[in-house]
T-cell receptor, first 110, second 112 residues
Framework: EDQVTQSPEALRLQEGESSSLNCSYT??????LFWYRQDPGKGPEFLFT???AGEEKEKERLKATLTKKESFLHITAPKPEDSATYLC???????????FGKGTKLSVKP | DAGVIQSPRHEVTEMGQEVTLRCKPI?????LFWYRQTMMRGLELLIY????????DSGMPEDRFSAKMPNASFSTLKIQPSEPRDSAVYFC??????????FGDGTRLSIL
């Protein structure tokens, strides 16, 4: 059965304290892995797409990496405005049929 | 550019009532998706359309749920009759072929 698991469920960091979020997946025929950010009361906002093992994407303090079984979202020197829930999703290749993980809730304290 | 627009933003109704959620996708996007988000199950795909045609409705939980897309700029998700366990946040998303999905801000539904 196709599955996406994110860890940890919640992460508290001090401002400037770098860390990583994990997304492990089991899916037949991965067509892409997506990272989204979700703020309270809002819909998920697209961050990155990764397609093949070894691929990396960066945006400001965020860097996403992909292996054959998992993806990491690295956060370097986070700021309070990085506080949000980060969602990982995999494309099973059926015209955009995504499976989402339950997310990691990140809190960054000043 | 206007994003995906959903209405209403909040809906509170009593069990047994009919609920209709509405979505206007981004202009030009030909794929539309309906999701449900709960604490227990996270974000789950209910149904999606390509070029206004339903492609996969295997995520629709029961016959009480139905979705339509009468044209490229409008879709509805209907629950009839509603039950307390339907309480959740419902999201609509749209995309171009092979491109990331863009989400609306959701409808928070409470069934009393």
């Amino acid at each position: 059965e196709d599955q996406v698991t994110q860890s940890p469920e919640a992460l508290r960091l001090q401002e400037g304290e770098s860390s990583s979020l994990n997304c492990s997946y089991t899916v037949s025929g991965l067509r892409g892995l997506f990272w989204y950010r979700q703020d309270p009361g809002k819909g998920p906002e697209f961050l990155f797409t990764l397609y093949s093992a070894g691929e990396e994407k960066e945006k400001e303090r965020l860097k996403a990496t992909l292996t054959k079984k998992e993806s990491f979202l690295h956060i370097t020197a986070p700021k309070p405005e990085d506080s949000a829930t980060y969602l990982c999703a995999v494309d099973r290749g059926s015209q955009g049929n995504l499976i989402f993980g339950k997310g990691t809730k990140l809190s960054v304290k000043p | 550019d206007a994003g995906v627009i959903q209405s209403p933003r909040h809906e509170v109704t009593e069990m047994g009532q009919e609920v209709t959620l509405r979505c206007k996708p981004i202009s030009g996007h030909n794929s539309l998706f309906w999701y449900r988000q709960t604490m227990m199950r996270g974000l789950e795909l209910l149904i999606y359309f390509n070029n206004n045609v339903p492609i996969d409705d295997s995520g629709m939980p029961e016959d009480r749920f139905s979705a339509k897309m009468p044209n490229a700029s409008f879709s509805t998700l209907k629950i009839q009759p509603s039950e307390p366990r339907d309480s959740a946040v419902y999201f609509c998303a749209s995309s171009l072929p092979g491109q990331p999905q863009h989400f609306g801000d959701g409808t928070r539904l409470s069934i009393l």
